[in-house]
Structures are given as C-alpha cells and as structure tokens.
C-alpha cells in the first residue's frame, strides 16, 4: 500500500540552528501538507502546497518557516532558526486532488519529532 | 471560520463496552468533509472514515460506527465492544470542498481498561 514517509523520525538540534524536515508524499498526488502537533495537544494546521506553490497557510507559519519541492518527489519543510517553541511532532500529509469529487482523504506520514534544546 | 469541538478531553472504559466519542463542527461551507483520525500511543496518524456534507447515511465498519446529524452539526463516532487496543487519540476534523483548509478537534483520549 502506498504510504507517505518522512525523514528523520526524530531530530534534537539547538535553539537557532536550521532544521529541514523531509517528506516524501504518495507519487500519484498532487497536494500537500504540513502539519504540528505540540506534545499532548491538538493537530494544526501549518501549509499547503499546490502546483509548486502555497495555496493556504497558517498564522503559524510565519518567516521561519520554508517549504519546497525540489526535485518532484520529497516535500520539505525548513524552519530557519529554531526556537523552543518549535519543538513538536511535524507530519507531512497528502492528498490526491482537490474539488469536487476529491478523495478528500489526507495521508499522514509517521511524523517527525523535533527537540529544540 | 471552520471549528471542531471534541468536547470530551478524556474518556475510560473497561473492555467490551461500548463507547461514543462526540464531534460538533462549525462551517459556512455547504460541501464539506468530516473525518476521524486515530492516534495510538507510537504517535502516527490514522485514517478512519471520510464522510462528505451531502452524505447523510450511518456507516458502519466493523465495531466502528459513524452517526452524521448535519441539523445538529454533529458527527459522532461509536465503538462497539471496546478492546484495550482501541486506546489512542481521536481526532475529529474538517475540510473545505478542495480538501484544505483541515481543522482538527483538540482531540479525545480514550482509555480502554482490561
């Protein structure tokens, strides 16, 4: 069965370093996502990406955040300077299209942990 | 704006009861989709039904079971004779018609007790 991976599973860096998430989403899909979820809390909603560009974001989402696919296949998400507060689970999701008719299901990665120390 | 209350943080029941978790959505959308997510304890995401506005019928899968009132806004999720491996998080959400703009509830943790 077709699953959306991510890389690494966790990741532990210090506060101001740069972290890239890495997500590859299923081939055949063409919108995607990124999500957090600070430990013990709710699921939010980061960025969308469409046709090699961000259709929606959150407030979230701020100048720290990047996202970008480089080579057709990974999905990344860069956070520029990390802060304490970026520590969370980072998933990455996808979705086979959008409108009328759509699946409507979103894929989920396994996730990607981040400590910032 | 889109909302999702899981207005049940926490719930425990002992094995082979059955357990109702409840969703209410809030949107101005007419085309909509609701969804639950399971989150077991090693902490990944699972898909467990999608549901669009227009769709009103029960579904039943299994011990899984979906009750959509679209008069109440509300799309509650029954497991029938609970097991301790039903013990997770799950998340009720919500999307627009293009399958963005997801709104996840805060979530209910149920405890499934032997």
């Known amino acids: 069965e077709p699953e959306v991976t991510q890389t690494p599973s966790h990741q532990v860096t210090q506060m101001g370093q740069e972290v890239i998430l890495r997500c590859v989403p299923i081939s055949n899909h063409l919108y995607f996502y990124w999500y957090r979820q600070i430990l013990g809390q709710k699921v939010e909603f980061l960025v969308s990406f469409y046709n090699n560009e961000i259709s929606e974001k959150s407030e979230i989402f701020d100048d720290q955040f990047s996202v970008e696919r480089p080579d057709g296949s990974n999905f990344t998400l860069k956070i520029r300077s990390t802060k304490l507060e970026d520590s969370a689970m980072y998933f990455c999701?996808?979705?086979?299209?959008?409108?009328?008719?759509?699946?409507?299901?979103?894929?989920f990665g396994e996730g990607s942990r981040l400590t910032v120390l | 704006a889109q909302k999702v209350t899981q207005a049940q943080t926490e719930i425990s029941v002992v094995e082979k009861e059955d357990v109702t978790l409840d969703c209410v959505y809030e949107t101005r959308d007419t085309t909509y989709y609701l969804f639950w997510y399971k989150q077991p304890p090693s902490g990944e995401l699972v898909f467990l039904i999608r549901r669009n506005s227009f769709d009103e019928q029960n579904e039943i899968s299994g011990r899984y079971s979906w009750n959509f009132q679209k008069s109440t806004s509300s799309f509650n999720f029954t497991i029938t004779a609970s097991q301790v491996v039903d013990s997770a998080v799950y998340f009720c959400a919500l999307s627009d018609n293009y399958g963005q703009n997801f709104v996840f509830g805060p979530g209910t943790r149920l405890s499934v007790l032997p």
């Open positions: 999701a996808s979705s086979e299209m959008g409108g009328l008719g759509n699946t409507g299901e979103l894929f």
